[in-house]
């Protein structure tokens, strides 16, 4: 696992986030909201992960393409598996304000716009689907928390980009407030393929003394002192 310091944030002029420690007070229920929720799979993984260790996990609010029949489809199995999630419309989640008691997002973009499988592949599709969740965030200073997946190729900088996807994403969450991120890579021995799982975090979860930060999308080690 990596990890990415990033600089101190100076620019909104919001709420203060709740402390650290108000993310996951001990047996408390997690409450979190997916953008790109697909059937939901990453939050009922997620779901299965909190309960193993004594957390609760309840998914308030998703998002689907509802105009076409497999984002209708996909909404069903959301509901299914998470009774009382609302489901946003894809012209829903780019302006409809996060639940105040949500502490955690997960953010699981379209990954066929970087996959090697696609020869006419185009990042910045997804980059444009990716820029009102920033917004979003910026005016949600409860959500503590991103837990965000794709290929590994959204590291890369691919064809007709000058940096890599990642590092859009980081340089977006800096503004935001988040300060810290670690990413793993996981390999798939099945498709051939893998991800890439990245957390990011509002605050420090640092206690190593302030110093300038690499570029966006470099890996570090951690270093404890």
């Not at 979190?32 to 909190?50: N, Y």
């Not at 935001?176 to 393929?193: C, D, E, K, P, T």
């Amino acid at each position: 696992m990596r990890l990415r310091r990033s600089p101190p944030h100076r620019r909104l002029q919001q709420r203060a986030a709740p402390p650290p420690t108000a993310l996951l007070p001990a047996g408390s229920v997690v409450r979190c909201v997916s953008d790109f929720s697909g059937i939901g799979g990453t939050e009922f993984g997620l779901k299965a992960g909190f309960e193993q260790l004594g957390f609760g996990f309840e998914l308030v609010q998703a998002s689907e393409a509802l105009s076409t029949k497999k984002g209708q489809h996909n909404a069903g199995v959301l509901r299914q598996r998470f009774p009382g999630v609302r489901v946003l419309s894809e012209e829903e989640r780019t302006h409809v304000p996060f639940p105040e008691e949500a502490r955690l997002a997960v953010v699981t973009p379209i990954c066929s716009e970087h996959s090697p499988l696609k020869y006419d592949r185009d990042p910045s599709k997804t980059e444009a689907l990716l820029a009102p969740l920033f917004a979003r965030l910026a005016a949600a200073p409860w959500i503590l928390g991103i837990f965000f997946e794709n290929v590994p190729e959204f590291l890369s900088a691919l064809a007709g980009q000058t940096r890599s996807s990642y590092s859009y994403w980081v340089a977006n969450l800096e503004r935001v407030g988040f300060r810290a991120h670690a990413y793993a890579i996981l390999s798939s021995s099945a498709s051939g393929g893998g991800a890439v799982l990245s957390v990011a975090l509002r605050g420090s979860i640092s206690t190593e003394k302030s110093r300038t930060p690499p570029a966006a999308g470099r890996r570090i080690s951690r270093r404890r002192r």
